[in-house]
């Protein structure tokens, strides 16, 4: 049940940021010719059941009445007769593509009772005419009575899958073309043609309202694939490359291999620019010849940012992506303020063996001096990752970080060995700024004290994140997150203080101090071994590079292990500013607190960074 509580909390706070943010922004809207157009109807002429054409009806609306939106030539059209013929035409088409030949379309312009107004272009719609009826005799639905298919007799047509057109059917050009695209599916995935051309032809014999539909394909050759050569390559190790192309010399030739190995070599990371070209069959076969670009493999970075809780910080970093031939990526990142110093390492292999596996191996030296604790620490570690879906990947490792805590005056050493867990399923659509997807994320990571082996703890996280965008006005992004956590072995006293769990901040819960949301000891956070966290924002864009973001944030630490579903959190809220560049939003926010403790937490919280919140 609190589960529900927390699931309408969530809905409750989307609904009041989207209410909030559209309250900054009125926008004025030119609405379409349907609006001001002449209204229509359709009437069914010299039919015995209406009923049975209600269907057809409403088809014939809606292509009117989205042709009046879309179309710009019927758009600028004034005058009634005009309209209604090129009208007219539209109903034509849609009862061919729905089977019906033998038809009778007609419009009848119907005048107003009150005809005593002066005529002319810009006010004959309003004045002259009330409204078109289009009067419709839809005739005969022809069946298909015969299907032929003129393929390479080396096609078995047995095998085909059931098409979406059948002997009795009727003769729906949308079903038709499903059929043509069902066919030529078939061919290209079980056969080896050079090329897979496919037409159809509907043969109507209005004597009996029948239609023959036959398929024709052009005559090519099956083939396989030849030899596979690389131009272009300066730092990038050829055989590395080529593995990323998904066919090898021998087999089938299939013109989708050829499409999916351009975007896989792409996604390598280390090409800017491929072209492949085919060569002319040879022996039964074709060479494929690719040229590439590589891109530059260095990056130098650097950066600036403020937080009210941090203060002003700096960030720097060097990164290699191809540091050994085979993509291979140094990274070295330093970020100093006046609470924090930390350097980090990492070098990450892609293919650890096989395509489906990775390691990482990193290091970090960190120095922390906050309200909650005061630490030194040195941490070095290895995971393996294994990809197991397009989206899906999951990591072991392992991890020794030696640290010196001073928690509230107490000084204490640690040397902690850690065996991580972790599943990754992650369906967004950008790292640095989603706005469609899902991400879910948990680690579970057993600590073991190896001086002092009586500290033995587990770590446990689970983060849901999910991002909905809407393509209507100032493109609104609606995102929202859910954190839970839960240390079990040891008591909150007994857990090193820089592993306990802490919320608030910039990343966190906006409006309060850093790691600010757990019991207090005086003025100094005392962290928690469980915390839960709820995030809600509403993003939306103007002027192409420039956003507004509102958003509602609650979350608290606990001294307990289960995370207190009944417990108040405290939350936050407040707006956004956001300039979208090349690769990723500036951001700048201003929250608040909304559970203030007075004599602790500021009125408000100022936050300047790369990236979205979440």
């Not at 009575?145 to 078995?156: A, G, M, P, R």
């Not at 770590?459 to 991002?467: A, E, G, I, N, R």
């Not at 040891?490 to 306990?500: G, M, Q, W």
Request: proline fraction near 3%; include cysteine.
């Amino acid at each position: 049940m609190n589960f529900i509580k927390m699931a309408s909390w969530i809905k409750f706070s989307l609904s009041i940021a989207l209410l909030s943010l559209l309250s900054f922004h009125t926008v004025a809207l030119s609405l379409p010719f349907i609006n001001d157009g002449i209204p229509f109807e359709i009437s069914l002429k010299d039919v015995e059941s209406p009923e049975k054409y209600r269907q057809l009806v409403d088809l014939i609306k809606d292509g009117i009445k989205l042709q009046r939106v879309e179309n710009l030539t019927l758009k600028q059209y004034t005058d009634p007769g005009k309209i209604s013929r090129f009208e007219q035409d539209i109903i034509r088409r849609i009862l061919k593509s729905q089977g019906y030949y033998r038809f009778f379309v007609n419009a009848k312009l119907v005048k107003n009772e009150q005809d005593n107004l002066s005529y002319d272009s810009s006010t004959e719609i309003n004045t002259k005419i009330k409204n078109i009826v289009y009067q419709l005799t839809p005739g005969t639905q022809y069946k298909v009575s015969e299907l032929q298919f003129n393929v390479d007799k080396s096609v078995n047509l047995e095998l085909m899958p059931k098409l979406d057109i059948q002997l009795g059917d009727a003769l729906i050009a949308e079903n038709v073309l499903s059929t043509l695209e069902q066919i030529r599916a078939y061919i290209r995935n079980d056969y080896c043609f050079y090329e897979v051309k496919l037409t159809y032809q509907a043969l109507i014999d209005h004597r009996d309202g029948s239609a023959k539909l036959v398929f024709d394909m052009e005559p090519s050759q099956q083939i396989t694939f030849g030899p596979i050569f690389i131009n272009g390559l300066e730092a990038v190790d050829y055989d590395y490359l080529k593995s990323f192309i998904v066919y090898e010399e021998g087999q089938c030739f299939k013109q989708d291999k050829i499409d999916a190995s351009r975007l896989s070599v792409l996604r390598s990371n280390l090409i800017s620019n491929v072209s492949i070209r085919v060569s002319d069959i040879e022996r039964d076969q074709v060479i494929t010849f690719y040229k590439v670009d590589e891109r530059n493999h260095r990056t130098i970075k650097a950066g600036v940012g403020y937080s009210t809780d941090e203060g002003a910080y700096l960030s720097s970093g060097w990164e290699h992506r191809n540091f050994g031939g085979e993509g291979e990526k140094l990274d070295i990142n330093t970020r100093l303020s006046s609470i924090r110093q930390q350097i980090f390492g990492e070098f990450f292999i892609p293919m650890f063996f096989n395509k489906n596996k990775s390691l990482t191996l990193y290091s970090e030296a960190m120095n922390e001096e906050l309200d909650s604790y005061k630490a030194l620490s040195l941490k070095a570690g290895a995971k393996i990752g294994f990809k197991r879906t397009e989206f899906l990947n999951y990591f072991i490792g392992g991890e020794l970080k030696v640290s010196d805590v001073n928690d509230q005056g107490e000084k204490e050493a640690f040397y902690l060995l850690s065996l991580p867990i972790e599943i990754e399923w992650d369906h967004t659509n950008d790292i640095l700024d989603p706005t469609d997807g899902f991400l879910i994320t948990a680690e579970v990571r057993p600590y073991i004290d190896v001086i002092n082996t009586e500290t033995k703890f587990y770590k446990t996280m689970l983060s849901f994140s999910v991002y909905q965008s809407f393509d209507i006005a100032l493109r609104p992004t609606l995102a929202a997150r859910y954190s839970v956590g839960t240390i079990t072995g040891e008591s909150v006293e007994n857990i090193p203080a820089d592993e306990r769990f802490y919320v608030g901040g910039g990343g966190s819960v906006r409006g309060y101090p850093y790691q600010s949301l757990s019991k207090l000891d005086g003025d100094d956070p005392e962290g928690g071994s469980s915390f839960q966290q709820i995030n809600t924002e509403l993003r939306i864009r103007f002027l192409e590079n420039w956003g507004l973001a509102t958003f509602v944030g609650g979350g608290f630490a606990f001294d307990e292990a289960t995370p207190s579903f009944n417990q108040e959190l405290l939350w936050g809220a407040g707006l956004g500013l956001r300039y979208y560049t090349a690769f990723a939003p500036f951001r700048m926010d201003i929250a608040f607190p909304l559970n203030k403790r007075e004599a602790y937490d500021d009125n408000f919280q100022l936050y300047i960074s790369i990236g979205q919140a979440f």
